[in-house]
């Protein structure tokens, strides 16, 4: 039986997503694929062909491989300091919980920043000292702003913690973009063309999209904004009108750039670089990260005691993280079926993909709804598991 065509028909059934798209590869073939439901809602569009979707955070993942390539390629350190290619933050503050501001005891290295222990937030971070002032400076709101521009405000605001000694999901990988185009004198839009996207062939991804390629996009839906103060309830899932995305994701804007969010890609495209990270090379074997690179990204550097890993209230049992996302330690605290060391992560829109090396297996699923309340990312993680197995 096709459980994850019969997983995706239900939810879409359901009426809590409009369009779901799947792809499941072994040993680098494909061996699982489909869709179900619509474009767009409002006009009952069959999803086309290379549909086109805001990947969100899962652009993370290729900044933070980019950036180990480059520390191969000798541009920088895992133990190299922020401060050394920007002296503004040489000086940072913190913003303890009781209010009280402080000097920072250490200096933010690139290590931090892969590992979101920098001292970095997010403006929907709930019950976080700093998130408000984040939100007050539009930091995720406004896409036409300069990735430059963004970094120069967090210079002057303060951390959220001394560096090093706690994990929050962050801005960091902003900051590691703005920092491999410092090193660089490269904008991180040309450096992803050099080192990911040319060599695995990911034509489709991109921080814009051309007009003649606009009618391939996925509409986005949800009933979140991620710019607007976090919700303190879970919401039920809405279709009934596209999520307001305001200014904060442009579409052909050719200046926009960043790190933690942005790429446009597909699922052909996604599952590209996704197959890479089986073994670091390309599928006609050029080497992206060496044996020795994929090794140290893949390992945990992050552990999480009783389950503590989470993204406010959406937990990830059993998982650490490592050097581009989070990987499976505990798989007696999973809460799908898993293998241990499988690895990836997933978008705002409920896109998501993982690499199982146990299985050799590689997954991605894609749709667009914002602040989704139903795990669809385990659900068709169990559904391809199953299938695998039958």
Excluded at 222 to 238: A, F
Aim: net charge negative.
């Amino acid at each position: 039986m096709d459980y994850l065509q019969k997983t995706a028909d239900k939810l879409v059934s359901e009426g809590l997503f409009a369009g779901v798209e799947w792809r499941i590869d072994q040993g680098g073939k494909n061996i699982f694929a489909g869709k179900s439901g619509v474009q767009d809602l409002a006009t009952n569009s069959e999803i086309p062909e290379s549909a086109l979707y805001r990947v969100y955070s899962m652009t993370k993942p290729i900044i933070s491989v980019l950036a180990l390539k480059l520390i191969e390629d000798g541009y920088l350190q895992l133990t190299s300091t922020l401060a050394e290619f920007d002296n503004r933050f040489s000086s940072m503050i913190v913003l303890n919980p009781d209010g009280h501001l402080a000097p920072a005891d250490g200096l933010i290295t690139v290590e931090h920043l892969l590992t979101h222990r920098a001292g970095f937030s997010y403006d929907f971070n709930i019950g976080c000292a700093v998130a408000p002032y984040y939100r007050q400076a539009e930091l995720m709101e406004n896409g036409y702003r300069d990735l430059g521009d963004i970094i120069s405000i967090l210079s002057e605001l303060p951390l959220v913690f001394n560096p090093g000694s706690h994990w929050r999901y962050s801005v960091a990988t902003d900051v590691l973009a703005y920092l491999l185009e410092t090193v660089t004198q490269k904008t991180i839009t040309e450096l992803l063309g050099k080192y990911i996207l040319n060599p695995l062939e990911m034509t489709d991804t991109n921080f814009t999209i051309e007009p003649e390629n606009q009618h391939r996009i996925m509409q986005v839906y949800g009933v979140r904004s991620l710019s607007e103060l976090p919700v303190l309830k879970r919401l039920p899932h809405d279709l009934s009108k596209p999520a307001h995305l305001g200014r904060s994701h442009p579409l052909d804007y050719p200046e926009f750039r960043r790190g933690g969010y942005g790429l446009f890609s597909t699922i052909s495209d996604y599952m590209k670089f996704a197959n890479m990270l089986r073994d670091g090379k390309t599928i006609d074997g050029q080497v992206i990260l060496s044996a020795g690179m994929w090794n140290l990204m893949h390992k945990a550097r992050v552990s999480f005691p009783n389950n503590t890993f989470r993204i406010n209230d959406e937990p990830f049992c059993g998982y650490g993280w490592n050097l581009i996302g989070r990987v499976m330690e505990n798989v007696g605290e999973a809460q799908y079926t898993t293998s241990l060391g499988e690895f990836g992560w997933s978008g705002a829109a409920a896109t998501y993909f993982w690499v199982d090396p146990v299985r050799d297996v590689t997954g991605c699923l894609m749709t667009q709804y914002i602040g989704r309340e139903v795990p669809i990312d385990g659900m068709m993680q169990t559904a391809a598991m199953r299938m695998l197995s039958d």
